[in-house]
């Protein structure tokens, strides 16, 4: 129980994953019969899933840097996980909307695509490089490029429409959006 106990505290007190997961290990090469034997293998198959939930709720704790953290952590150690790319867009996502630090943003969108080609967060990452450029940034040639790159990859996605929306109305003002004018009056 208190082999067990110290990987606890390590990962959900310290929030220190590589103790955490060495003590894991331990549990499980020394007591690996026993009850914190077996939870503590679970807890090693499911580690990635742990990191992303983890990180999650750190960031609603308002615990960014340990969030950015584990998001990283996940990165560099399962890059071949299938959450992974999901974790490599919420640090975009931590980036623009917590730290509103939007060149790291891009970066970090940039690496979904980078990285993590065909995953279901690339035409997402896509997007919200587009967004930043046309939308915070004010960079209206940088976000057309996004953009149309986004197109031409993904003609059928989801967003496509909504890209096309913001093609079509890229350096204007909301008064001069036709569909967005009732927001103004």
């Excluded at 509103?100 to 979904?112: M, N, P, S, W």
């Excluded at 967004?131 to 989801?158: C, G, M, R, W």
């Amino acid at each position: 129980k208190a082999q067990y106990k110290l990987a606890s505290i390590y990962l959900n007190w310290k929030n220190d994953l590589e103790s955490g997961f060495i003590e894991l290990q331990n549990t499980v090469e020394r007591y690996g019969k026993t009850i914190q034997g077996k939870e503590a293998k679970a807890q090693i198959n499911g580690f990635p899933e742990y990191i992303l939930n983890k990180a999650e709720s750190l960031r609603k704790q308002k615990l960014l840097k340990e969030a950015v953290d584990h998001l990283m952590h996940m990165v560099e150690k399962y890059s071949q996980h299938e959450l992974t790319p999901k974790a490599q867009y919420m640090l975009g996502d931590i980036y623009m909307n917590d730290f509103r630090d939007f060149t790291t943003a891009i970066q970090e969108y940039r690496k979904v695509s980078e990285k993590f080609g065909g995953s279901e967060q690339e035409p997402h990452a896509l997007f919200m490089i587009g967004y930043i450029y046309a939308n915070v940034l004010n960079d209206t040639n940088s976000a057309k490029v996004e953009y149309e790159s986004f197109l031409k990859k993904f003609p059928e996605h989801e967003l496509s429409p909504s890209v096309e929306f913001e093609i079509e109305y890229l350096g204007k003002s909301i008064e001069e959006i036709p569909a967005l004018k009732h927001i103004t009056s």
